[in-house]
């Protein structure tokens, strides 16, 4: 069955730390891979997407970076947190013979301090 | 651009009454819809859909139709309950790339007992 992880589940990081957040899916290949994050009392903003390894689109600009090294692993990354980065991150996912709707990990609670 | 507007929160209900959540949507071409919910401290769960006009998703006790004419997608439910408590994003996909969505703000509901 097709599984999605994400972790860590919180973390508090202190400005100007760096950042890595991994998100690892099981079941399937070659899957579109999504980074979101939800700001305090906001909505859900696409950040990244990946359609294949190595391939990464962004959808603002903004302090953080995202990789996919391998197939199935989609990494947030930055080299030096802001305040502004706090929130939760959702990663999400799609595999080729699935509807057009995304399936989401647990998220990670980031709070930069 | 593509977007999606839902009506802010909170709403907050009683256990049985009748939830309605309007959503309405711009979009270029012709999306698929989707509500998710999230529940505290959780990622997103997919609660239903619908791919083209007319259609009405279902789960859980909640309906959706597809309204082309009116461009709106609102979310009902008959007889709530205290676990329907949760936040509810609306979203849209034209499928141009698999699993890529754009939500609406979301919507909190507190249902009290």
């Known amino acids: 069955s097709q599984t999605i992880h994400q972790w860590p589940a919180t973390l508090v990081q202190p400005v100007g730390s760096p950042l890595s957040l991994e998100c690892t899916v099981e079941g399937t290949s070659n899957p579109n891979l999504y980074w979101y994050r939800q700001a305090a009392g906001r909505g859900l903003q696409l950040l990244f997407y990946?359609?294949?390894?190595?391939?990464i689109s962004s959808e603002v600009p903004q302090n953080l970076s995202a990789s996919r090294p391998q197939d199935r692993q989609f990494i947030l990354s930055s080299k030096k947190l802001l305040l502004s980065d706090s929130g939760f991150y959702l990663c999400a996912w799609n595999w080729e013979g699935r509807g057009p709707e995304a399936f989401f990990g647990q998220g990670t609670r980031l709070t930069v301090v | 651009g593509d977007s999606v507007t839902q009506m802010e929160g909170p709403v907050t209900l009683s256990e049985e009454a009748f939830l309605t959540i309007n959503c309405t949507y711009t979009?270029?071409?012709?999306?698929?819809l989707f509500w998710y919910v999230q529940y505290p401290g959780e990622g997103l769960q997919l609660l239903l859909k619908a791919t083209k006009a007319d259609d009405k998703g279902s789960n859980k006790g909640f309906e959706a139709t597809y309204r082309k004419e009116t461009t709106s997608f609102h979310l009902e439910k008959g007889s709530v309950q205290v676990s329907d408590s949760a936040v509810y994003f609306c979203?849209?996909?034209?499928?141009?790339?698999?699993?890529?969505?754009?939500f609406g703000a979301g919507t909190q509901v507190v249902v009290t007992p």
């Open positions: 979009a270029t071409g012709y999306p698929s």
């Open positions: 990946s359609v294949g390894i190595g391939q």
């Open positions: 979203a849209l996909t034209l499928r141009v790339v698999r699993g890529k969505l754009q």
